[in-house]
């Protein structure tokens, strides 16, 4: 049997210090795997879009809403408890505050978020589900976002070094933390944390003891919770994957997607070559088609500099701005906040007119073993990671690109 201090121990462990990020990396993919097999793997605009249709249907704006209430849309239920995850995580580790960041930066956050929607909507995928998702899905859209994204990331940092020059009050002025967990008196945030705990524990019994949709459901939510708490003790970030080589030269970031990309190709490939089960021929295409979106390449392209203008502006990506905002940081709330109003926006208006100018031949749906066979696709994945590893450590060593 454990003893009282064998637990605190462990405890102490898991929240008293920040994780390595490429374990984090590690745990992240094993959870999207199973999301792959459960129903559909990991992605997070789609639920911001639901949650913004959502707000508008409550409005009274229908041209905007939806008939798919939050409780029942799987991707939206996975951002809110991520954020809920992360939460506990942060009251556990004694990391939540809440920090109000200055009037201009707040400012900035909502105009990241808002273009992180516009970017997600017209690139048909985030970092998260187009990207991060989608090259271990062997989609060739997520490529041509990666690209995107490197460009849209290294242009925003050029304006935020130009604005620090020419315009340096617009991020200054007073910052503020709420209930800091360096307080003396911080026992309630794990108190708080445990209650979470069980009521979500609860939560995911109710919807698993239901049909099998509500089952699925319900692994969301636990999936979702995990996902926050390894996200919060991580620190896994996308947006500094493709930022620190422009700033600091950092590989960390980098090394750890990378690292998570690659165990999730391992498993993705293996459930779209054999299928799952004993699936049928019109099933495993199906499944092979999961996370490839029609947005090969020019529609990737642009809607990857959009989002990654507005990830760089906001300082959080998709997921980054969930488990940022679950510890606290409210510049993060106002960037999810303009993804969650922009979204349904720009899916109603924007997406339709960029689709009309754009031909079939520049949004395709390209599935990359189609064209180059499974091994021929797994191994252009696996040199495109082994080649930006290559580059962030040897930029890491040498500065070239770094401090812009």
């Known amino acids: 049997m454990f003893k009282k201090g064998e637990l605190r121990e462990l405890f102490d462990s898991l929240f008293a210090k920040s994780w390595p990020m490429w374990i984090g ?24 879009t639901n949650i913004g249709q959502n707000l508008f249907q409550l409005l009274g704006i229908s041209s905007l809403g939806t008939n798919v209430p939050i409780n029942l849309h799987a991707v939206a239920l996975l951002n809110i408890f991520i954020v809920i995850g992360a939460f506990i995580s942060s009251l556990f580790s004694r990391e939540f505050s809440i920090k109000v960041a200055p009037a201009g930066e707040l400012v900035k ?23 991060f998702t989608g090259v271990a899905a062997l989609s060739g859209g997520a490529l041509a976002l990666g690209v995107g994204f490197t460009i849209g990331t290294f242009v925003a940092l050029r304006y935020i070094l130009w604005e620090m020059e020419a315009l340096p009050n617009i991020s200054m002025g007073k910052s503020y933390t709420i209930l ?26 109710t919807y698993t003891s239901k049909g099998s949709a509500m089952k699925i459901i319900g692994w969301h939510v636990l999936i979702a919770l995990l996902l926050g708490m390894i996200l919060q003790r991580s620190r896994f970030c996308i947006v500094r994957a493709f930022r620190e080589p422009f700033m600091t030269g950092e590989a960390t970031a980098p090394v750890a997607v990378i690292v998570s990309i690659l165990v999730a ?6 459930f779209k070559y054999f299928g799952v089960g004993n699936a049928g021929e019109l099933a495993v295409r199906a499944i092979e088609m999961k996370a490839v979106y029609a947005n090969f390449w020019l529609r990737a392209l642009i809607g990857g500099f959009i989002f990654g203008l507005g990830m760089t502006i906001a ?9 940022r905002a ?6 993060l709330w106002m960037s999810a906040l303009g993804f969650v109003i922009m979204a349904p926006i720009s899916r109603l208006f924007i ?24 091994t021929g696709a ?22 070239k690109f770094s401090a812009l």
């Open 180 to 205: 800091p967990g360096t307080a003396k008196k911080t026992g309630w945030q794990r108190w708080l944390g445990w209650i979470l705990i069980a009521a979500i524990l609860y939560l995911v019994s």
């Open 265 to 270: 190709v391992v498993g993705f490939t293996v």
């Open 378 to 399: 797994v191994v252009l994945v696996l040199l495109i990671l082994l080649l930006w590893y290559i580059f962030v450590k040897w930029n890491e060593k040498t500065g």
């Open 25 to 48: 990396g590690i745990l992240l993919a094993v959870l999207n795997i199973l999301l792959f097999v459960i129903k559909y793997p990991w992605g997070s605009s789609s639920g911001y």
């Open 109 to 131: 956050g909502f105009i990241g978020g808002a273009l992180m929607a516009i970017g997600a909507t017209v690139g048909a995928g985030c970092t998260t589900g187009g990207f």
């Open 351 to 374: 997406v339709p007119a960029v689709k009309s100018i754009l031909p079939e031949s520049m949004r395709k749906m390209v599935f990359l073993p189609d064209i180059l066979g499974y």
């Open 326 to 331: 679950g510890e606290g940081h409210v510049k």
């Open 315 to 323: 300082g959080g990506c998709a997921v980054g701005t969930l488990w």
